[in-house]
């Protein structure tokens, strides 16, 4: 069992940066695939970005790719997502979430078996 917390959301202007943590409760943390996903009102859950637990491998779709950068310290058992030049169609709830898996269903969401309680992300026009 793994717990994730995530943190750092908030209310940013477009244009604008962010950087949302995840800490993980377990020190086999750095054994686990890592992603992160948003989901906004009435929307399936999104794809935002993953990380590979052994060679710290990214993956990003297109809408986020070059804006967004997730990245990990497994000392400190926790992944990031560092989020510049914020659009407000970025406005969603962020989970990340925790998988043993990696590979083409790294942007399903039903592929994760641990998740975070999410942390809202707004951003005005």
């Known amino acids: 069992q793994v717990q994730l917390v995530e943190s750092g959301g908030g209310l940013v202007q477009a244009g604008d940066s962010l950087r949302l943590s995840c800490a993980a409760s377990r020190r086999t943390f750095s054994t686990y695939n890592m992603g992160w996903f948003r989901q906004a009102p009435g929307k399936e859950r999104d794809f935002v970005a993953a990380?590979?637990?052994?060679?710290?491998?990214?993956s990003y779709p297109d809408s986020v790719k070059g804006r967004f950068t997730i990245s990990r310290d497994n000392a400190k058992n926790t992944v990031y997502l560092q989020m510049n030049s914020l659009k407000p169609e970025d406005t969603a709830v962020y989970y990340c979430a925790a998988r043993d898996g990696w590979g083409i269903r790294n942007s399903d969401f039903r592929a994760y078996d641990y998740w975070g309680q999410g942390t809202q992300v707004t951003v005005s026009s």
């Open positions: 990380t590979r637990s052994s060679d710290s491998t990214t």
